[in-house]
């Protein structure tokens, strides 16, 4: 089994290449999928969270409102580290269960979809890294208009991620998303064709 990590800045179009490598048969493990599933109502995670945070970060229906906690750690260093020690080992739970059960499975390609995949230390999971990179003007005018963002918050979110440069420089693979999704899917697919030849993997198995 082939595990190929996957990254992007803010707004690159990550998850358009992890949708398109699931169709190409790519297992998907969604890292952000198990954060949402980490917290859920009645895990422990959840009542750390609301011990950490106080009541303000719950909603009505007794969930997490996730965004209040995104606005609450973003400028505060040491809230945001002390909210990740309780999250990211649940995940990490959740996502070494995945990619053993693929194992079991037969799955040939599982994609570890990480946004902070390099700020979190978390290359050494995987097999190869791929990022998504995108010009980062296409990105500021997509976001402004697709979801409201202003630049000046794209900006924000970006400096709390290592740079494309940088990101481009740490993975094995970069695939850019800055044209069509045509080109952009002749990449997936040259990186899928590269994977299923077999000469570009750390281990045998």
Sequence with gaps: MFILGLTGSFGAGKSTVSQMLAERGALISDADAHAKHA?????????????LMGPEVMLPDGTLDRKAVRERIFED?????????????????????????????????IVLDIPL???NGLEQEADKVAAVVCDET???????ARDGFSEAEIRQRWAAQISQEDKC?????VIDNSKSLEETALQVDALLHRIR????RKDPD
């Design 39 to 51: 917290v859920r109502k009645g895990t422990k995670a959840l009542r750390e969270l609301k011990k």
């Design 77 to 109: 260093e040491a809230l945001r580290k002390a909210v990740e020690a309780i999250i990211h080992p649940a995940v990490k739970k959740l996502r070494d269960k995945e990619v053993k059960q693929a194992r079991k499975d037969g799955v040939e390609i």
């Design 117 to 119: 995949l390099f700020e």
């Design 138 to 144: 296409q990105i500021i005018l997509r976001l402004q």
């Design 169 to 173: 420089g740490l993975a094995d693979c």
């Design 197 to 200: 030849e077999g000469n570009w």
